[in-house]
């Protein structure tokens, strides 16, 4: 079976750092109406027809859209995209429980957690054909969280990538109450490397918002290959 690059670890990643950083930020606003459905619509815009198979190569540059006002301008090892308005930098956080996670950012804290994003870079592992990749990332998240379903393929940055949902309620260590959460996740493979994005917000998160703040992202995202 081939080896993976730990999408469980991403999600316990969102998790951790959603709930750290919403204590360390202090305070919370309104508690939003009752969750709903924990089955994530979905996010991603398809932008021409995805192809059969992970790219090993970097697209042609597309022109990137007019950012969203107030978006933060995030620059990866290889790619760059827009971060949503307001939310804050913590990926030296996140570093400090994966250190393949390259960046993240989080909103202000709400019902005692921040929604988040992260990004965890894997250029070690193999490749899979997109069918393979699937099956096994939908196993090992099953290990960790519930709902899990894997939605139509679309494309990020002009590359294939995966798109698979979960859902999961965590009782809250240390403090009353529990966390009702759904992550997003969208694996590509470019330039030998498998990148996952990972999507984590309150199951009460309005879903205009959320979907409003993923699609910012995903249609923002370009890849920049490496300087000779």
Not at 84 to 95: A, E, L, R
Not at 125 to 149: G, I, S, Y
Request: proline fraction near 9%.
């Amino acid at each position: 079976m081939p080896r993976t690059f730990g999408k469980c670890v991403t999600l316990l990643v969102s998790v951790s750092l959603g709930l750290a950083m919403s204590a360390c930020s202090g305070g919370s606003s309104t508690a939003a109406a009752d969750p709903e459905s924990t089955a994530v619509p979905t996010t991603g815009p398809t932008t021409g027809t995805p192809t059969a198979t992970p790219s090993n190569t970097f697209p042609p540059q597309q022109p990137a859209p007019r950012p969203a006002a107030g978006s933060i301008e995030v620059k990866g090892s290889t790619y760059t995209y827009d971060a949503p308005k307001g939310w804050t930098d913590g990926t030296d956080q996140f570093k400090t429980i994966n250190p393949n996670i390259e960046n993240g950012y989080l909103d202000k804290p709400r019902n005692n957690y921040s929604d988040n994003i992260n990004v965890i870079r894997a250029d070690t592992e193999p490749k899979m054909a997109p069918a393979e990749a699937e099956k096994q990332f939908a196993k090992e998240l099953d290990t960790l969280a519930n709902n899990v379903r894997t939605l139509p393929r679309t494309t990020l940055g002009g590359v294939l990538a995966l798109h698979q949902t979960a859902a999961k309620t965590y009782q809250a260590k240390g403090r009353p109450g529990s966390y009702k959460l759904t992550f997003d996740q969208y694996t590509t493979y470019v330039d030998d490397t498998w990148f996952a994005i990972t999507f984590t917000y309150l199951a009460d998160t309005p879903k205009a918002r959320k979907n409003a703040e993923i699609n910012g992202v995903l249609t923002s995202w370009r890849w920049v290959a490496p300087s000779s």
